[in-house]
Structures are given as structure tokens and as C-alpha cells.
């Protein structure tokens, strides 16, 4: 049994400061929480425990005794062992190998002998895998439980895991949050990285919150409640869930009539979908990642073909409208944005062979400037200056220059893929408002998220996409979480359920 202390950890990158003097204390046994939003830190904060990063000062005790942590090799035999983000499996190996590769001896141990210890050890945690299936054939909830296992394998007695959740849909969650339970029951010890707080409330006995680098503070759970921890979070009251009022719609803008789009691999990940928007309302997408949404967006914004079926915008040009469509990105550094470009260029990226900015071969500098300043106040873009590379913002802003010029000219149809990914609590907010307004002039908004309580609280209607398909289109003031968990899961759906996995012979 060790509690772990850290003693005043500051780690810079540069001159900038991502961990600044953190201490925390995370007693044997329990569930700590480590809260924040996108970069303040935690992930840093537990490389540096898992040997990955060295601090630039302070301290780690277990036990009371200060330890050196060198390498992750380090960390393993002091018993921490690290789940991360994006997990670090062999998609060509099988379970079992995944597990022993590293360990002593290695792929040369008897892999019956292995998988039976690997059976028993997932039986012990109610983590069933199947131990002789290849990696890449299981679904990623599957492959997070190979991830757990392949650490407690190591005889982790403390145990990392950074944003678990975010790659499982809500039935797997709950299944997760019960896995955390009976680990800490079996005397390890959890941190849980997350930003999510019904799943810190649910499950931890303390909580540390980060905040920019700096720790804002430390309690226990029992002792704080959702709406302190988001305003810690954030440094200022926020309202979560806020759902739009009902509101009369008009006529319909986007009319999507059995489509089917295929990869570029010519995977089918559309199958077969209809759905309508009209002037005034917000659309929902809810479903996990890799149902199809980019491929549905994408043949909305004509940049995939559709093999069949049909996509019709009916924006009436009478009403001022200067384009048919606004696209919000899912991957805004790949897709929305160039980086190396200036707010100011950033602004007009569309617009930048038409007038006014452009005459002849002139750029007309003085009003891409105007134009900048004027995005740059309505919507609250926070930079120095509008020369600035956009590559030199932050996420959230530059999320804001996106929005300020896709909705430049009042589109009558506005698709957003994922508009919050990444964002924190703040700007989250910022851009939910900006697109609620935009509801309210009635533009028709088609909202696509994998965060299920986003997208119900911010949905008119609610789809769920599951393989392609649309199963149900729901009322989203009265579906609740669980009737839209289980479409998602894939349960309830009225599409046949294929089998995920198959053990080999
Ligand atoms: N290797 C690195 N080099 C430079 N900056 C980094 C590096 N790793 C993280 N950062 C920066 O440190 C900050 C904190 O990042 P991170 O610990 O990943 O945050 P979190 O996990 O809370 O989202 C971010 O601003 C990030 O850009
Ligand atoms: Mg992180």
C-alpha cells in the first residue's frame, strides 16, 4: 500500500510553463480525479509521473521516500503504470502477445500458459477479453480493457488512466466507472484524467483541478458538487445544459433522400440515410466516432460523391443570402484553417479572389483589415493583433475565426462537425451561443457531436447515426440519455447487430 505525494512539480516546455509547482497527495487505495480542461496540464503532469517527462523541479515520494523516476521503465517497477490517450497496442498482435511484449522473456513464454494467466487475471477484474483475437478485430472499449490488463499484468500497483472515457459510448462508460470501483476495492490505486464531471462525482474519492498549469485545488469529492468544480475549472460561472426554447421552424433547407457514400477506401460508411432541416431549428447527430458523420458531412459539403441518393439545399437567394452553406470542420488545423496565414487572411480564406477584397490581382488591404477587426471584436476573438498567424491562437480562438467566417453572410444552412471539440468550458459556451443565435435568425443547423449530453442539450431533434444508418429521429427535449446511449450502442436500433469480434478457431 503507498500513497503518493508530489512535492512541488514545475515542468516547462521553452519558456512556457505547463506544470507550475503542483503538489498533491493521492492516498493508497482511493480514486483521484485530476480535472481540467484541454491543456492545463494533466497529461504533462502524469508523464512526468510515468517517467516519460522529466520536472524541472520537485519531487516524487512514495511512500513517504522521494523517488527518481527516469523512464517509464522506471515507473513500471515502482508499480505505476500509465493507460494513455491514444492507446499504444500492436493492431497485428493478439491480445496475449499485446500483454507480455516487453515483459521478461517476452513472446518466447508459451502463449497458452500466458492467455490462461491472461483469463484468469481479466476474470479477477471483470475485464473479459478474448485473449487469442487479434488487436485490431476488437472495438475500442475492447482494446482499453487489453490496455488495463497489460498494466496490471505488470503488477501496477497505482494505476493512470488519461481521458478513459472519452473513446466509450455511454453503456461502456458505466461499465468502465465500475471497473475503476472494483480496482480501487482490490487496494490499487487510480488517477482519473477526465473533464468530465458527472464521471469525477461518480467515482473519486478526492479531486485535484487544474487550471493553465497551476493547481486550483484539491478536495474531496464528497465535499464539492458539479457546478463548483466547473467554475474552478474555468474561474467563472458557467451554465451547463442550458437547452434552446422551442421555437416554430420554416421550410426546409437541407433535404438528404437515401443516401450512400463510400470511403476513399470504398468502405459503405453511409447507408442508406435520410434526414431533413429546416429554417430554425438545430438537427442533432449523436453517435459514437466512426459512424459515418465525416462521410454524411463531407457529401453535404461536396467533398465526397454520393454513390446514390440524393442532397438538396433549398437556400432561397431573395432572402440576402450570399452562400448556400457553412462549414464548421471537424480537424480545424487541417481542414478550417492555415496556420501560417494571418487572422486577417484567415478571415476572407473564401472570399479571396471576390470583391471587396479583391480587385483585379490587388488585395484590398484596408478592408481585409476592417473586415479582421470587426470579426475580431463580434466575436470576442482574443489576440494582440489581427497579423497574428492563426497557428499562434489558441484552440478555442481559433474556433472563433472559423465560426466568424463561416457565418460571415448569414448561410442558410450551417453544418458543424464536432464545433466544440477540444474548446474549453469557456469558449465551448462562446460557440454554442454563437450557433444558437444563429438558430434564432433561422438558419437550419445540422449538429454533429460524439459528446451525447452536448448534443442533447443543444438539439431541437436527435438523431443517432449507428453503421452508416440513422436509427431514430427523437424529440430531444424528452429522449433521454439512456434511450440515446443504447442507439448509439447499437442496442434497440432495428439494425441487425452484426458480431464485433470473433474469437479464432
Ligand atoms: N512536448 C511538449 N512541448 C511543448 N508544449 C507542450 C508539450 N506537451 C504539452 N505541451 C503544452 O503544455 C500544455 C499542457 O498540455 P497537456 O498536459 O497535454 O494538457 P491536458 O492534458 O490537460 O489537456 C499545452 O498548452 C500543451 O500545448
Ligand atoms: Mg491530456
Not at 327 to 350: M, T
Not at 381 to 409: C, D, F, H, M
Request: hydrophobic content about 40%; some cysteine; overall charge neutral.
Amino acid at each position: 500500500m503507498s500513497d503518493l505525494q508530489l512535492v512541488n512539480i514545475t515542468k516547462r516546455f521553452g519558456d512556457f510553463t505547463a506544470n507550475d509547482g503542483i503538489s498533491l497527495t493521492v492516498h493508497a487505495g482511493s480514486i483521484h480525479g485530476l480535472l481540467g480542461e484541454n491543456g492545463a496540464g494533466k497529461s504533462t503532469l502524469m508523464n512526468i509521473l510515468s517517467g516519460l517527462y522529466q520536472p524541472d523541479e520537485g519531487e516524487i515520494l512514495l511512500d513517504g521516500r522521494s523517488v527518481q523516476i527516469k523512464a517509464p521503465a522506471d515507473a513500471i517497477r515502482r508499480g505505476i503504470g500509465m493507460i494513455h490517450q491514444h492507446f499504444m497496442l500492436v493492431p497485428q498482435l493478439t491480445v496475449t502477445e499485446n500483454i507480455i511484449l516487453g515483459c521478461p522473456g517476452g513472446l518466447h513464454l508459451d502463449m497458452r500458459s500466458q492467455a490462461q494467466r491472461i483469463t484468469e487475471l481479466s476474470q479477477t477484474y471483470g475485464l473479459d477479453v478474448p485473449p487469442l483475437a487479434r488487436v485490431e478485430n476488437l472495438p475500442v472499449g475492447i482494446q482499453q480493457r487489453v490496455e488495463i490488463l497489460k498494466v496490471l499484468y505488470r503488477q501496477a500497483r497505482i494505476l493512470i488512466l488519461d481521458e478513459p472515457t472519452a473513446v466509450l459510448t455511454p453503456g461502456e462508460i458505466q461499465g468502465f466507472l465500475e471497473t475503476l470501483k472494483q480496482l480501487a476495492s482490490r487496494n490499487h490505486t487510480i488517477i482519473f484524467i477526465s473533464h468530465k464531471l458527472d464521471e469525477v462525482m461518480a467515482v473519486c474519492n478526492e479531486v485535484t483541478i487544474l487550471r493553465r498549469g497551476k493547481q486550483v485545488a484539491s478536495c474531496a469529492t464528497a465535499d464539492t458538487n458539479r457546478t463548483e468544480l466547473a467554475r474552478l475549472m474555468v474561474d467563472r460561472h458557467v451554465e451547463i445544459n442550458s437547452r434552446p426554447e422551442p421555437q416554430s421552424t420554416g421550410n426546409v433547407v437541407l433535404d438528404v433522400q437515401d443516401l450512400w457514400v463510400s470511403t476513399e477506401h470504398q468502405v459503405e460508411a453511409v447507408r442508406g440515410l435520410s434526414l431533413q432541416v429546416r429554417a430554425g431549428e438545430i438537427v442533432g447527430i449523436a453517435g459514437v466516432d466512426g459512424n459515418g458523420q465525416r462521410e454524411l458531412t463531407d457529401a453535404i459539403a461536396g467533398l465526397l460523391p454520393a454513390k446514390k441518393g440524393s442532397i438538396k439545399i433549398h437556400a432561397n437567394p431573395s432572402k440576402g443570402t450570399s452562400k448556400p452553406f457553412a462549414y464548421i470542420p471537424e480537424d480545424r488545423q487541417k481542414q478550417g484553417l492555415v496556420l501560417g496565414f494571418s487572422i486577417a487572411r484567415n478571415l476572407i480564406l473564401k472570399a479571396f479572389t471576390r470583391l471587396p477584397f479583391c480587385r483585379g490581382w490587388l488585395l484590398q488591404r484596408e478592408k481585409i483589415n476592417t473586415n479582421a477587426h470587426q470579426a475580431i471584436q463580434a466575436f470576442d476573438i482574443r489576440t494582440p493583433t489581427s497579423q497574428l498567424p492563426v497557428g499562434q491562437l489558441s484552440g478555442g480562438n481559433q474556433q472563433k475565426v472559423i465560426l466568424a467566417r463561416e457565418l460571415a453572410g448569414d448561410p442558410a444552412l450551417i453544418i458543424a462537425m464536432q464545433p466544440t471539440r477540444g474548446l474549453d468550458i469557456g469558449a465551448t459556451a462562446e460557440v454554442q451561443q454563437s450557433l444558437l443565435a444563429q438558430r434564432t435568425r433561422g438558419a437550419a443547423i445540422l449538429y454533429i457531436s460524439t459528446e451525447l449530453e452536448e448534443v442533447m442539450a443543444m438539439s431541437d431533434r436527435l438523431g443517432v447515426i449507428y453503421r452508416g444508418q440513422l436509427v431514430d429521429m427523437l424529440d430531444a427535449s424528452t429522449a433521454t440519455l439512456e434511450q440515446v446511449g443504447l442507439r448509439m450502442a447499437g442496442v434497440h436500433t432495428g439494425v441487425t447487430r452484426e458480431p464485433i469480434y470473433s474469437e479464432p478457431a
